[in-house]
């Protein structure tokens, strides 16, 4: 079987309450069990786990490859930046490159460039990147990770680089992007990370 139908069979599973790992599970199904966890198409129900929204929809639109391709239009489509400012300005051509000077200060200069009002990273605000990594479908452990390592991180300041700490959280998540555990694409997830943390730390 290939991996979707592994995965299949574990939302199948879930959805009649039957989920069970022993020692006789074979590998495939324990590796797709991982995989329908850490896309959040299962989640804990007692002493078992049950299909989440997303796990219905997999089933409904028949495959987990479907439902990855469908993810990864969309995430395709919310590519453009969608920021809340203050200020006036965005500097890019089709929404691609985004230059700030003043903190809370944007201009756009570029053909076809959009600015949307839904999202607002102010400096220091966990809540507000917590916000915007949950809706580039970062796990809330991986968050939850992040801000006990902000805590603990020395960025460079002057020079606007991150601490070790937030490098290597960074490195860990494009691994998971590459892997299929981060569903979003490795074109996007570098320059998605960084601009967010940038915000948190007000270097926009």
């Known amino acids: 079987m290939t991996e979707s139908e592994w995965i299949t069979n574990v939302l199948s599973d879930a959805k009649n309450a039957i989920v069970a790992l022993t020692k006789d599970t074979p590998s495939e199904y324990r590796d797709a069990f991982r995989k ?30 479907i439902w990855r391709e469908m993810v990864h239009k969309k995430t395709q489509m919310d590519k453009q930046p969608s920021i809340t400012v203050r200020g006036n300005a965005v500097f890019g051509d089709n929404n691609s490159g985004i230059a700030l000077g003043a903190e809370g200060v944007l201009i756009n200069t570029g053909d ?26 970062v796990l809330d ?46 074109g996007t997830a570098g320059n998605l990370l960084a601009d967010a943390i940038k915000a948190y730390y007000g270097w926009h």
């Open 36 to 65: 329908a966890l850490a896309y959040k198409l299962i989640i804990p129900h007692g002493n078992t786990y049950r299909l989440d929204e997303a796990g219905y929809l997999v089933l409904e639109i028949g495959g987990f490859d």
């Open 141 to 186: 452990e991986d968050i939850t990770e992040l801000k006990s390592l902000l805590e603990m991180d020395s960025p460079n300041e002057e020079r606007r680089t991150f601490g070790e700490k937030v490098n290597g959280w960074i490195s860990k998540m494009i691994i998971k992007s590459l892997d299929g555990s981060w569903a979003i694409g490795i």
């Open 112 to 137: 076809n460039a959009h600015i949307s009002s839904n999202i607002e990273t102010k400096k220091g605000n966990f809540e507000a990147l917590a916000k915007k990594l949950r809706d580039s479908y």
